[in-house]
């Protein structure tokens, strides 16, 4: 038998064991061309991607080792004793292949396929290719097998009231932290709005990233229901209570490819909110020229997607196309974007206008969901509760509630401006490439790196006037960011109308 | 500036980079979520997939580790300086973006993917993107454009002679060893026959692993060509004269993921033989239950394609169909099989009679490109040419011309006899579980591993007689191919009739 080892390597989401070269009990190189080995002991068991370690310095030649999530999902303390066999291969893999011949799959075989994934019995080749086989082609029912199956493999959520309203943009806008002013816009009014949020993978910040500017977010079920019990809403993430584990793995793959088909969007977002027990929900999908859906055909198409699939899952929705041209507001990280949705719920005279009358109409459309308020009073219903302080006020005591943020986030003291090539009016701002220097500033690890706008689309500019400023905490990343912004700033200016 | 360390870690066939999580100059997590980086120094860059270290004994926090290809491929010293950055992903991705999309490549996008595959700019996750994106649909025409850029990105051997021969199974069958029969026929007939041939990957044995008990095979052009001039023959190894450093790379996720189209395969196999610089070839393709190809439809649509690509790349090509419903010859695995070829030459009179006849048939094909020869006469000299002692005599100036093989070969002393559970008659043998059989046995990296069969189809058996014997040197190895036989010997016994 072999000792277990904890090799402290972060291999990301996929299983990967360590054998010596030298290893006298197996012949490593009779593992390698599969590249899977099953690690067993005391009847626990693990598939991993094979490496071969030349250096006895990094593992004896009778030890296994086991990088950091593989070790962990093993279970064993070092030194137990393991024994390794060629693995064979998880059978769903058999649909996958299936899929790539073309076949439409059944319901069972995708059950199959997530519960494999979710045990981290793929690897990352292996995912690579369910998402391709099932990106060139997906039938809605498919779509609607894959969400059931995300859906079932994870932390199902339940909750007494009759209405539980949730919301959901599709992303791809920097800034666009809408749910931070529509949860206690719709909290204050009374309707149960328990929003799990994620954290920003390749953007600069996730909804879960910035509330984490104000406080906890790392909460688990039974508090979550506290909190909304006693308030009616709640800003937590999502990761911590586990609603779709399958989804964590899947993006892991997904980013690095940047392969984003609509159908397993749909799944991936659909199958959180059957997770999350919801019972209306409101799906926000900006269209813009760099926003993840370019045009309104292509909107109608997603649209009648998530109509289908909410349909099929009990699910009453409502899908609002949003202007997707630009970021929303000012700030794009997690600490100027927290500035910046609680300067709206402060009715500050400096607040920028598109995130508050874009959450103005999400909230608005979320209240019209309520029986007890007359058709078509949403939006107002909304303005008053922003106006009264209510909403603030729900805010306030959402935080105390959650607790306060791990610690201190402080605006990125490394600053530089990015300032207008000529004079003229800005006529395009590429959310792409905005998101991008924010996210090479730092954002959001460091919670006060990211960019700040001084001017929308329309805005005059003069010559040398600065368009934003990137904040930094950290050199490399203040130099990946100014180089990445003075190689092309992400705006156009044209000549004044 | 960080410090470069080879890490003595093989990740086969991966570019992979470990970064320190205490590094003081980046942070490791800005890097993780699209997992690739680019490492460059003194003008000099490579893309890694990216790990996070948390143990200094493994890798100092200024430090920058590099797996030992990457760091072969970089081709610096250790503690050279080198910098790292966000990577962009290699611009081909685009076209496997467009491909996954539904879109034909052009001849130019092939060339593109290739040439990154093989510089190692794709992770497996890219390459697997690539070959499912593939595998669902490619026109003969893209065959074509994927043959040429596989090819273009590999030694390319020039002959001077007008007619170069050369002879291809598409593989499966255990044990068909018929090149180490063939070559020398055709050689001691003076057809010119320069056969380079693959190490086994995932089978028990491939060519060059069997004729290397014999001699050595690792051989360059140039003493290639030198040995062809004086034998008109010999059997070297592929991946020495790096005919197709693409497919290598290939290969190493299609065999993990036991994806296999014959779209793919075609354009491996035709790339290696425009590279070689063939002229003529002979395709085998074996047509049986547990073949690869399974029935004659499946083998027709097959033989098209080869056809196809032949008549563009200006290739004579004959395809024949062969029986593949069993493995041939009796031994699977190097030393057992280079002993079947050997008894075909040495015309003993236990030689098997399945290899023997296979191989003249092959030869015989192979000669009638020979224009000098009378139309149809080409079985007829193979017989000649073997019975005559005229192909052994040949095989052994190959074999003194190739040198001595590394280190004796011997059978592999541990022995298990499996035996047939009822009287009866043979009826069916399953290719793929006695090549697991013998792979598990050691087979090939033990040379001496492998199955001795003693019963083929049709054969009468008695209930306890042996059918096969594993032989092994190695104990895990020797457990693993008698745990796999026990659980089921891949024999079927009928009813005597």
């Known amino acids: 038998m072999l000792r277990l080892k904890a090799v402290a390597i972060d291999t990301y989401h996929e299983n990967v064991a360590y054998l010596a070269r030298s290893c006298p009990l197996y012949r490593a190189e009779d593992f390698l061309a599969l590249s899977k ?16 370690v030349d250096d006895t310095r990094v593992l004896a030649a009778d030890e296994l080792g086991l990088a950091q ?24 893999l058999d649909h996958v292949r299936a899929k790539i011949a073309g076949a439409t799959l059944s319901q069972s075989a995708y059950a199959d396929i997530i519960r494999d994934v979710t045990a981290n019995r793929y690897s990352k080749m292996e995912i690579a290719a369910f998402l391709i086989a099932a990106a060139s082609f997906m039938t809605t029912e498919e779509v609607l097998s894959l969400t059931r199956a995300m859906a079932a493999v994870g932390t199902r959520l339940e909750w007494r009231d009759g209405i539980v309203v949730d919301k959901h943009c599709i992303g791809g806008i920097p800034g666009n932290r809408t749910s931070m002013i529509v949860v206690p816009i719709v909290a204050a009014h009374g309707l149960n709005i328990p929003k799990t949020s994620s954290r920003a993978i390749t953007s600069p910040a996730g909804t879960a990233d910035t509330m984490e500017v104000l406080a906890r977010v790392d909460i688990g079920v039974d508090e979550m229901r506290e909190i909304v019990g006693a308030e009616h809403g709640c800003l937590v993430w999502g990761g911590h209570v586990n609603l779709s584990p399958a989804d964590d793995v899947l ?26 027990g919801s019972t209306h929900l409101l799906v926000d999908i900006p269209v813009g020229p760099t926003a993840k859906v370019r045009d309104r055909a292509d909107a109608v198409r997603l649209r009648k997607l998530f109509e289908y699939i909410a349909g099929e899952v009990g699910l009453t929705i409502d899908v609002v196309f949003t202007d997707g041209s630009q970021p929303v507001g000012r700030g794009i990280g997690p600490v100027l974007e927290a500035r910046d949705a609680v300067r709206v719920l402060e009715n500050a005279a400096d607040a920028p206008d598109d995130l508050r009358e874009r959450a103005l109409l999400l909230a608005g459309r979320i209240l019209d969901f309520d029986p007890g308020l007359k058709g078509g009073r949403g939006v107002e219903r909304a303005r008053e509760l922003l106006a009264s302080g209510a909403a603030l006020e729900k805010l306030r005591r959402i935080i105390a509630a959650q607790g306060p943020p791990p610690d201190g986030a402080t605006l990125g003291a ?84």
Chains 1, 2 share one sequence.
């Open 69 to 92: 999530q593989s070790f962990r999902q093993l279970g064993l303390p070092e030194g137990a004793p393991v024994e390794i066999t060629h693995a064979s291969p998880p059978a769903s």
């Open 414 to 497: 490394m600053t530089r401006d990015i300032v207008a090539e000529r004079d003229g009016v800005v006529e395009a701002i590429d959310c792409h490439r905005l998101a991008r220097v924010a996210r090479l500033a730092g954002a959001p690890t460091d919670k006060g790196a990211g960019v700040d706008l001084f001017k929308k689309l329309g805005d005059p500019v003069a010559q040398g006037e600065p368009l934003y400023r990137i904040h930094a905490a950290f050199p490399a990343d203040f130099r990946f960011a100014t180089a990445m912004a003075g190689s092309a700033s992400g705006y156009r200016i044209g000549a004044r109308a």
């Open 251 to 276: 993006i892991s793959v997904e980013r690095p490819l940047a392969v984003d088909t609509r159908e397993q969007m749909v799944a991936s977002i659909m199958s959180k909110k059957l997770a999350a």
């Open 37 to 52: 080995i099953e690690v067993a002991s005391s009847g626990r068991r693990i598939l991993a991607t094979l490496n071969i």
